[in-house]
């Protein structure tokens, strides 16, 4: 990356064209979540609704219909703004995926919603790497001292979906001196979308070393990769942060942070006095 002068104090940056992406040097936000996440393979309990009575008329006209959205910061894969390490992504509707995490004392969440033509998900155990999955890279104390993951903080986990080839989701741990606990910790479920899959999984903080204490403000290494195979049997790799998914000084940035718009995006709704906001469990404005 290089910085050019345009006159008048700007400045572009402009990226090398050669072969070999540099180290993207990613970040990413995880939202606390105060209540509830069910690993099931539904991700309603991810979606914040609207109360009817929250509303007036007059803004929804002016502001558009919003009713729902997912409370989670979206962090996107795909074939061109990530690294295709492996493989071929030959467009969006063959790989590309939506990541959200949320977290609170307990617990770290993640919703995966991939886009794939065709999922096929063949092996089993530590094996499922091979097929369609999802992993996420842990540096815990984020000190990015090693090339290969191998020290008592760092982890490759893997989701992988049911699908017809194997009929349940399978949830994996590597690269850690103590995967067992991990694998046996972990909770995963799927399911098939008309456009490809998703995950809903969660690993309890306690058996991530490094990662034990999480609290609003912490900053973890971590990384994202995707990978995709379909019926001629490619293995296709997809990586967030940096140019290799396993090195943790290239791995992105995790921030945890607190809740601050669990109500409104401030974006798209305006305050009007005198209106006392619901604060509640959440409720379905169609029932
Ligand atoms: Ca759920
Ligand atoms: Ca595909
Ligand atoms: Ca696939």
Known sequence: ??????????????????????????????????????????????????????????????????????????????????????????????????????????????????????????HDGADIWQDDAIELWFDCRHDAVTHTLSQDDEYQLGFSPASRGRNRAVAWAWRNPQNEPVIAAMQVASALTPTGYLIEAAVPWSVLHGCEAPSVGKMIGFNISIADKDADQQWTHVTWSGSLHSDPSQFGHLYFVDAPVDLFPSDVFEHPSGVSFWSGEPKDRHE
């Open 1 to 122: 990356m290089k910085w050019q002068p345009l006159g008048l104090g700007l400045w572009l940056v402009v990226w090398p064209l050669a072969a070999g992406w540099p180290h993207s040097e990613e970040a990413t936000v995880s939202v606390k979540t105060y209540t509830p996440i069910t690993v099931d393979g539904t991700l309603d309990e991810w979606v914040r609704r609207l109360e009817s009575s929250n509303w007036n008329g007059r803004m929804e006209v002016q502001k558009g219909q919003v009713l729902k959205w997912m409370r989670a910061v979206p962090t996107y894969l795909n074939g061109l703004t990530s690294l295709v390490e492996s493989g071929v992504v030959a467009s969006p509707q063959d790989l590309s995926a939506t990541i959200y995490t949320l977290w609170d004392a307990q617990w770290f969440y993640v919703a995966a919603v991939v886009t794939d033509d065709d999922v096929v998900t063949q």
